[in-house]
């Protein structure tokens, strides 16, 4: 276990870490106790574990002398369990240690071996994982005799295999990974990047799972004892104990109690240590992340003086948010925002990652993660959403307020065909039958520009390109005809032929419906298509908001000046060209269709 | 002035992946991920390779840096043929020729601190020298406290560490950064800073430059070449003047076309202090001449490194006019000569400063190639 430490990880710090957690300081200690309790038993105990005294037998605790009491023949408790310790630690270790031996190499060929060879190794693992534990150490034992290694070779085998399946499927899961694709283009050899990239990276895993390996194999050996498969007579362990009394376990249930109570703990502590043996060893875990670390816009915070609220009477406000704060973890994300957005109007939210523009997005729709504390007020037609219960929230979402999400895969349920998605909301919402709704979601496939709508409702999510798939976002949000319709960087993931056409979409859309856009984007592009107002976010804060030619153009704030500066910077100048060729002005109108249903529906 | 060399050139490159069977007789369908493509590279040139998803664009990278076999085509640097095989097969090309990966999230490895993932490259090519002062010198040259070098990736920010993925390509000292998208997973402040660093490094350390991207703003502003791609397939290439200005082709055009642009028919206010100034321009001087081992200064342990410092990361700029052929660089001998060759048109800030001839700058004794050659 400790040869797959991650590098660079000192173990003083992995055991600070470890005794900081509460349940690494348990299951330490109760390791530790058990790991103690080993060179205690060889050179001391209280009596002789073996010594039968024929006057003492059935001794209560604390009775003459005896901790634990003493069993049938008079054997004191407390020693026995001491001494019995060693089998179990000898056995968890062993089979531990076979299960790491074996299941690493086999994990390691069966992902990284040559294709054939490896999908061979992967068969091998499978049908060695039908045989079970117990039942292979029993046969073990009833062929070679029982023993501590006959236990320990059948449990670590058995789990072994199981080992490297786990271990298969991360290290392809790491072997995968960008930096490991860094480390190649570096000039990193294969065993280079398995030392140090890929077993640092699959530790954790590995290490708790080797934890429950420990934790398992004690209580097998408990068990095969207990069978009477375990070590022969004058070998003493838990399992033995627990066998022994087992028939006067209706008058001396105490007896049975302390054996068990021994493995328990043991187990416990295994399992909870690994746990913490992995939180440990993480660097991410281990120190906080510095606050918010900046290396964005390098301007003075003291720029908050262009924060004009736009002055709408109260009842004129689809939406007005008033000083919204939401504490996530301790930290404030968003910090005391106005917004207001008129029927119909389209707001956009603009603000670099980590500003809370998204945070802000989904506390209106009451969607923020478990935890959160929001203070403030977020009243949409008048009504306070805030502190409202689930279920009238959900009354509103889908049908007042609707959501189109950055990424158009991972919104769409995959198991479920675009139409039945579609309707959803009209059936939740407006109550439509099956057969009513299923028309309806043909109409708004038709209306969000999807190609033979008739039949695509019958297609699958992973059958349509990015941009379909967000027009079905689109269509799914639009279904209900909301009041407001919240866009967090719907075209984000998309490409840029097919960005204009969604945005175009959009706006249309909203314009057609009457529907409020609120448009978060990083993008200010993008943002100045679908936007009549903007407001910049910075830190959790509304730093400014306004009208978008007077943004563009005359911004107050230094943030949005700089953001402008930086937007302008990259952005593509179609008239940088024009000295050399007098026309540069790309063609307009020329129209590529990029989205075309990639397979046959 | 001669012809600038080659440097990678790929030449009908086609990789093509099975798809799935769709009948239980009929032969799997194959679908093509790059079909033909040819490329060069000549030294100090910048060249954009641009497409939408599904372009074959980093099907590209992967062949072009042998992460990956070709089912066709051939790659070679400096008309040495680059062939995917074992890691120590390809150390020579590895040491001119580095990546960085789009999402400096994912890229670098979270278990490691910084000192070990800048000099990954140095260990793996077994570069000669001393491995901790040439870390704090790239980190220094990509702006980022050498003192950082015991930290952990997650304790950086996006833009800090897509300077870390910087620092470790330039730490090998190559000819050649292929970069992946460098900034698209960056806020758009930062992505200013990390375009203005990159255009800075290439342009001081004398490198080329293959910049692969979506964002068309992107590569204007880097690349002075442009090769456009679409489903696998070159559709139109040259200077970017010319395609970007003057696009042929009706996907370029439409390319053009579509992409978001800010109103810009009001001067622009003046715009605020967007980057932290790297070095300051006017005081970088040229390639210190003379100046001994590069530990008898020790980099500065706050902020970007002094321009001298800076400067001396790499021996002066190679002379593209001597190139003695393939695969083969004047021994030990000083490396002089204008850099770029051509310098493309659409750098848009005057931080392009030329680093000028110096007469007779003997490269640095632990970072010479010839050091490199002998190990």
Not at chain 1, 295 to 316: F, I, K, M, Q
Not at chain 1, 515 to 542: E, K, N, P, Q, Y
Not at chain 2, 297 to 305: D, L, Y
Request: aromatic share 4%; glycine share 8%.
């Amino acid at each position: 276990m400790k040869a797959l430490r991650a590098p660079g990880a000192p173990t003083r710090t992995v055991l600070r870490a470890l005794v900081r957690d509460r349940n690494g300081l348990i299951g330490g200690t109760l390791v530790a106790i058990l790991v103690g309790a080993v060179p205690l038993s060889l050179v001391w105990t209280p009596y002789d574990p073996t010594a039968v005294d024929p006057n003492a037998p059935w001794l209560l605790p604390f009775r003459g002398g005896h901790l634990l009491g003493t069993d049938m023949l008079g054997r004191d408790q407390f020693s026995l369990i001491l001494v019995g310790s060693r089998e179990t630690l000898l056995i968890a270790l062993a089979s531990a240690g076979i299960a790491a031996a074996l299941g690493l190499p086999l994990a390691l060929a069966a992902a990284l071996g040559p294709r054939r060879f490896a999908a061979g190794v992967v068969q091998l693992i499978d049908v060695a994982i039908a045989f079970p534990a117990l039942l292979t150490a029993m046969i073990l034992a009833a062929v070679f005799g029982g023993s501590v290694w006959t236990a320990a070779g059948a449990i670590g085998v058995a789990f072994g295999v199981h080992l490297a399946r786990i271990a298969r499927a991360e290290i392809e899961r790491v072997h995968g990974s960008d930096y490991v694709l860094a480390a190649t283009a570096s000039g990193s050899s294969t065993w280079r990047t398995v030392r140090r990239h890929i077993l640092p990276n699959i530790a954790p895993t590995l290490l708790v799972q080797l934890s429950l390996v420990m934790a398992v194999a004690s209580l097998t050996e408990a068990a095969l004892s207990y069978l009477g498969y375990g070590s022969p007579a004058p070998a003493v362990s838990w399992g033995r104990i627990l066998h022994d009394q087992q028939p006067y376990i209706s008058a001396r249930p105490l007896l049975v109690v302390w054996p068990g109570l021994a493995v328990a703990l043991s187990v416990l502590g295994f399992n909870l240590l690994g746990d913490a043996l992995r939180d440990a060893t993480d660097p991410r875990l281990r120190r906080r992340a510095p606050e918010a670390p900046t290396d964005t816009v390098d301007v003075e915070r003291t720029d908050e003086v262009g924060t004009s609220r736009a002055s709408l009477p109260a009842h004129a406000a689809l939406l007005r948010v008033t000083d919204l704060t939401i504490r996530i973890a301790g930290r404030t994300v968003v910090d005391g925002i106005d917004l207001t957005l008129a029927p119909g109007e389209r707001l956009g939210l603009i603000g670099e990652s980590g500003s809370g523009k998204s945070l802000t997005a989904l506390a209106v729709l009451g969607l923020l993660p478990e935890g959160a504390e929001v203070t403030g007020s977020i009243r949409l037609d008048g009504v306070e959403l805030l502190g409202k219960p689930e279920r009238e929230l959900a009354r509103v979402r889908g049908s007042r307020v609707a959501m189109v999400f950055q990424e158009p895969l991972t919104a769409l349920d995959p198991t479920m065909r675009i139409g039945r998605q579609i309707a959803e909301p009209l059936r939740l919402h407006r109550g439509m039958t099956g057969r009513q709704s299923d028309r309806a979601a043909i109409d708004l496939a038709a209306r969000v520009g999807l190609p033979d709508p008739a039949e695509l409702v019958r297609a699958w999510p992973h059958q349509l390109s990015g941009g379909q798939r967000q027009r079905v976002g689109i269509a799914i949000a639009l279904a209900c005809r909301p009041a407001l319709l919240i866009a967090d960087e719907p075209t984000t993931a998309l490409d840029v032929t097919v960005q204009r056409d969604i945005l175009a979409l959009l706006d249309e859309l909203a314009h057609e419906q009457g529907t409020a856009l609120l448009f978060i984007t990083h993008d200010l592009a993008v943002v100045s298509r679908v936007s009549d107002r903007i407001a910049v976010m910075r830190t959790g804060r509304v730093i400014e908001q306004g009208p978008l030619e007077r943004i563009l153009h005359d911004a107050d704030a230094d943030y949005t000046r700089a953001l402008l500066a930086a937007a302008r910077a990259t952005a593509f100048d179609a008239t940088a060209f024009d000295d050399a060729f007098g026309a540069g002005d790309p063609t307009p109108g020329v129209h590529t269709s990029t989205e075309t249903v990639e397979a046959p529906l | 002035m001669t012809a600038p060399a080659v440097l990678l050139r790929a030449e009908g490159l086609t990789r093509t992946y099975r798809l799935p069977r769709r009948s239980l007789w009929g032969p799997a369908g194959r679908r093509y991920a790059l079909r033909g493509v040819d490329l060069e590279l000549v030294e100090g040139d910048a060249l954009g390779v641009v497409g939408e998803s599904g372009a074959g664009k980093s099907t590209l990278i992967r062949l072009l840096l042998g992460l990956d076999r070709a089912d066709a085509g051939t790659v070679h640097y400096r008309d040495r043929e680059v062939r995917p095989g074992p890691a120590r097969s390809l150390t020579w090309f590895r040491r001119e020729v580095q990546i960085v990966l789009q999402d400096p999230m994912s890229s670098l490895d979270p278990r490691s601190r910084v000192r070990d993932i800048v000099a990954e490259p140095l260990e793996c090519l077994r570069v000669e020298g001393d491995h901790d002062a040439r870390v704090d010198e790239v980190l220094a040259a990509v702006g980022l406290d050498p003192q950082t070098r015991t930290r952990y990736p997650h304790e950086f920010s996006g833009g800090q560490r897509q300077r870390i993925a910087i620092a470790r390509a330039l730490a090998p000292d190559p000819r050649v950064l292929v970069a992946d998208e460098p900034v698209s997973a960056l806020d758009v402040s930062v992505r200013a800073q990390i375009l203005d660093l990159l255009r800075d490094l290439t342009t001081r350390l004398g490198l080329s430059l293959i910049l692969v991207s979506h964002d068309l703003g992107v590569v204007q502003h880097l690349c002075n070449n442009v090769l456009v791609l679409k489903s696998g397939e070159p559709l139109e290439s040259g200077p970017s003047p010319q395609v970007l200005g003057n696009p042929q082709h009706p996907y370029t055009q439409a390319l053009l076309s579509a992409i978001p642009t800010l109103p810009t028919h009001t001067p622009h206010p003046k715009p605020a202090t967007l980057t932290k100034p790297a070095a300051p321009d006017s005081a970088r001087p040229a390639f210190e001449a003379g100046k001994p081992g590069r530990r008898s200064t020790p980099p500065s342990t706050k902020g970007p490194a002094p321009p001298a410092q800076r400067a001396r990361l790499r021996p002066p700029p190679v002379g593209t006019s001597e190139d003695p052929g393939p695969g083969r660089r004047p021994e030990c001998a000083p490396r002089e000569g204008p850099w770029p060759p051509t310098k493309p048109k659409s750098f848009i800030s005057a931080s392009t400063a030329k680093p000028e001839r110096s007469a007779s700058t003997p490269a640095s004794p632990s970072w010479t190639r010839c050091a490199k050659r002998s190990a």
